[in-house]
């Protein structure tokens, strides 16, 4: 029998909560902690990524913060606000950053330092971890103090899409909050708003990608998938992996410039006023920040090969291409068997480990493209 879901929603649940979708558990939870003023000092949201982790953690922190004395979590005023657009100094977003995407021990001592002293502007100070299976093994050691020694106004809010990689020390101490995948009617109405496609093509790429938000984004980037499409297109004539390396670096290269415009724009304070010491400071910041975002693009290139071996392997399985991410690619489909298919997918996953074992990106791909070429 399925489980029956109240659709009775709580007049007094902050209207930032009432938005998130197909979280009831998690959301009933954190609005009683809450109504009954027990705030955890440490959170840890677990869940497949894309569904709203992150979300919650930042509507959590303006339903506690938001200053509007009949609705709180307003989301309008001045702190839901700022909470919104990350640059609200009470409520901190600690990202993996550098080659290695990893969070390391200076971060996390700047943060045990910065959990001493009381927030900013509000009662309590959120510190929201994306990704915290990321931070290194003796960067944990170093947070486990902090966490055992709670701070009155501090929250810790861990978000993992791999808690295992927790060390059970720090998951012991924080509250689990658990994530669902969400659900297909979900996943679609959110695409549509914000990529105007056909509704059929959205409920398909809801489909596979599992109720996912983030990865159904990254399966509808049209530059990407045209590279990735491409890339195979010119694998499976026999091009040279050496050159096709060179085009994926420089496709790269200019992904990289985007970004750095970008950073550099947002990051936009007038360097004159800063001491030589903290230009140097802001200068590693924003080449962190730089080099965390080409990571991500390039982890998000990785996936839509991977997406692309899947529907090989799908293909030779079931000659069926109704359930493919690349359906207009079938007539490309380099021909292999299952085994092979399967090899390239192996492939892929290495290849993320050596990522982050720090070996160069250019090595990695090249290796990537020799492995994946038909012919070898
Ligand atoms: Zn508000």
Request: glycine letters at 4%.
């Given at each position: 029998?399925?489980?029956?879901?109240?659709?009775?929603?709580?007049?007094?649940?902050?209207?930032?909560l009432?938005?998130?979708q197909?979280?009831?558990?998690?959301?009933?939870?954190?609005?009683?902690?809450?109504?009954?003023?027990?705030?955890?000092?440490?959170?840890?949201?677990?869940?497949p990524?894309g569904?709203g982790?992150?979300?919650?953690?930042?509507?959590?922190?303006?339903?506690?913060?938001?200053?509007?004395?009949?609705?709180?979590?307003?989301?309008?005023?001045?702190?839901?606000?700022?909470?919104?657009?990350?640059?609200?100094?009470?409520?901190?977003?600690?990202?993996p950053?550098?080659?290695?995407?990893l969070?390391?021990?200076?971060?996390?001592?700047?943060?045990?330092?910065?959990?001493?002293?009381?927030?900013?502007?509000?009662?309590?100070?959120?510190?929201?971890?994306e990704?915290a299976?990321?931070?290194?093994?003796?960067?944990?050691?170093?947070?486990?103090?902090?966490?055992?020694?709670?701070?009155?106004?501090?929250?810790?809010?861990?978000?993992?899409?791999?808690?295992?990689?927790?060390?059970?020390?720090?998951?012991s101490?924080?509250?689990?909050?658990?994530?669902?995948?969400?659900?297909?009617?979900?996943?679609?109405?959110?695409?549509?708003?914000?990529?105007?496609?056909?509704?059929?093509?959205?409920s398909?790429?809801?489909m596979?990608?599992?109720?996912q938000?983030?990865?159904?984004?990254?399966?509808?980037?049209s530059?990407k998938?045209?590279?990735?499409?491409?890339?195979?297109?010119?694998?499976?004539?026999?091009?040279?992996?050496?050159?096709?390396?060179?085009?994926?670096?420089?496709?790269?290269?200019?992904?990289?410039?985007?970004?750095?415009?970008?950073?550099?724009?947002?990051?936009?304070?007038?360097?004159?006023e800063?001491?030589?010491?903290?230009?140097?400071?802001m200068?590693q910041?924003?080449?962190?920040e730089?080099?965390?975002?080409?990571?991500?693009?390039?982890?998000?290139?990785?996936?839509?090969?991977?997406?692309?071996?899947?529907?090989?392997?799908?293909?030779?399985?079931?000659?069926?291409?109704d359930?493919?991410?690349?359906?207009?690619?079938?007539?490309e489909?380099?021909?292999?068997?299952?085994?092979?298919?399967?090899?390239?997918?192996?492939?892929?996953?290495?290849?993320r480990?050596?990522?982050?074992?720090?070996?160069?990106?250019?090595?990695?791909?090249?290796?990537?493209?020799?492995?994946?070429?038909?012919?070898i």
């Amino acid at each position: 029998m399925p489980e029956i879901v109240s659709n009775h929603i709580d007049t007094l649940m902050p209207p930032v909560l009432q938005r998130i979708q197909d979280q009831h558990t998690a959301i009933r939870i954190l609005n009683n902690s809450i109504k009954n003023n027990r705030i955890s000092h440490a959170y840890l949201f677990w869940g497949p990524d894309g569904v709203g982790k992150k979300f919650t953690a930042k509507a959590f922190a303006q339903s506690v913060l938001c200053q509007n004395t009949e609705t709180k979590g307003c989301g309008v005023c001045s702190i839901c606000s700022r909470i919104e657009r990350d640059i609200h100094p009470d409520v901190m977003i600690i990202r993996p950053m550098g080659k290695t995407r990893l969070i390391g021990v200076d971060t996390i001592e700047d943060i045990n330092k910065t959990a001493q002293y009381r927030p900013y502007e509000s009662n309590r100070r959120f510190i929201i971890f994306e990704d915290a299976e990321r931070i290194g093994i003796p960067a944990q050691n170093h947070f486990l103090k902090t966490l055992e020694e709670p701070v009155s106004e501090t929250t810790f809010i861990l978000l993992s899409s791999n808690p295992g990689l927790i060390l059970p020390t720090i998951r012991s101490r924080c509250q689990p909050i658990r994530f669902q995948r969400l659900r297909l009617e979900t996943v679609t109405k959110i695409i549509n708003q914000i990529k105007e496609i056909p509704e059929e093509t959205a409920s398909l790429v809801a489909m596979l990608s599992q109720g996912q938000i983030s990865k159904s984004i990254e399966i509808l980037d049209s530059d990407k998938r045209t590279l990735i499409m491409e890339l195979f297109k010119q694998l499976a004539q026999g091009r040279d992996p050496l050159l096709l390396t060179a085009e994926f670096d420089q496709f790269l290269t200019g992904i990289r410039k985007r970004i750095e415009k970008e950073v550099n724009k947002s990051e936009n304070i007038d360097k004159k006023e800063l001491t030589p010491a903290e230009q140097n400071a802001m200068q590693q910041l924003i080449n962190a920040e730089i080099e965390a975002q080409v990571a991500n693009e390039f982890e998000s290139c990785l996936y839509l090969i991977t997406c692309f071996l899947r529907d090989v392997l799908v293909y030779i399985n079931t000659q069926n291409s109704d359930m493919l991410y690349f359906p207009e690619m079938i007539s490309e489909f380099p021909s292999w068997n299952h085994l092979q298919a399967e090899a390239g997918l192996n492939f892929v996953e290495k290849v993320r480990s050596y990522l982050s074992r720090n070996i160069s990106r250019e090595k990695v791909v090249r290796d990537l493209f020799f492995a994946l070429s038909p012919k070898i």
